[in-house]
């Protein structure tokens, strides 16, 4: 093992131990800046956000390479003493043996979770075939008890995003992939508390993971309905890029830059990335 991947070890206890009760955010950055203000703002755990990494790459979301997706875990990881979880994507392969080789692979960066999930990125099937996203998940599971890091494993069904927004089917999933070794269950894109409660039920007492990326709900409203996890995908990423470009428009189209002064201070920026052991 590795010394990142002992560190991720170590981190993924801690991350396993945030799930067993209670309800926490884990936010999702983008960069090692966005990631160690998180943490400074008291954030017991981070997630990665595909969308908006690759935005920062000028990609659109979805395409950004397994290595180039693997340095940005390592970077990530290695920022901040909290545990990171990966948008693992749909790890990466469309078999099962090579997903599972893929998750050995980010564990070896000091993550301390991943998430797979369903999704085929075909407009005409959009979902992995049942089976077969069963058993990719299982696979995941079985490399992940190999390499014993205790690496935390989220499965994800991208039915209310991907086109598909039916209940049942994203329940009997879920519950699949609990059955097949998932650690916690994840539906993007529900809104609907009672749907997010029925959900909570049928996989219990796995936990599951809720993103909120506007204002349909708190944290202490899904606490009472018995979500664990709460993360805001690439909400955080797409406010820095608004912020950005009304700034940036108003240059171009008007000529003034009255947004400019709204801006956080150089002075506090800079108080907040004081150099740390790692970076010397």
């Not at 994840?186 to 506007?214: L, Q, T, Y």
Request: aromatic content about 6%.
């Amino acid at each position: 093992m590795t010394t990142a991947a002992a560190h991720g070890a170590d981190r993924a206890r801690a991350f396993h131990q945030l799930h067993e009760r209670g309800i926490f955010v884990s936010p999702n950055p983008w960069d090692i800046g966005s990631a160690r203000v998180l943490v400074q703002l008291g954030f017991k755990a981070l997630a990665t956000t595909s969308s908006g990494f690759a935005w920062s790459m000028g990609r659109q979301d979805n395409r950004i390479s397994l290595d180039a997706a693997l340095a940005h875990y390592r970077a990530l990881a290695s920022a901040v003493d909290v545990p990171v979880s990966a948008d693992f994507e749909d790890g990466f392969a469309s078999l099962p043996n090579d997903v599972a080789r893929n998750v050995r692979l980010a564990a070896e960066t000091g993550l301390s979770g991943v998430s797979v999930e369903d999704s085929t990125r075909s407009t005409d099937a959009p979902l992995i075939d049942f089976d077969l996203a069963v058993d990719r998940i299982a696979a995941a599971r079985a490399a992940i008890d190999e390499i014993g890091t205790g690496l935390f494993l989220t499965a994800r069904s991208e039915g209310f995003i991907v086109g598909r927004p039916d209940l049942d089917e994203t329940i009997r999933r879920l519950t699949a992939f609990a059955a097949a070794g998932a650690d916690c269950l994840f539906a993007p894109g529900i809104r609907d508390k009672s749907h997010i409660a029925a959900i909570v039920k049928a996989v219990a007492p796995k936990p599951v993971n809720v993103i909120v990326s506007s204002g349909f709900a708190t944290v202490n409203e899904l606490a009472e309905i018995g979500v664990r996890r709460i993360s805001v995908g690439g909400a955080l990423a797409r406010a820095a890029w608004t912020g950005f470009m009304a700034a940036a428009s108003e240059i171009a189209e008007h000529g003034t830059f009255t947004a400019l002064g709204r801006a956080v201070s150089g002075a506090e920026l800079n108080g907040r990335f004081v150099a740390s052991e790692r970076d010397r």
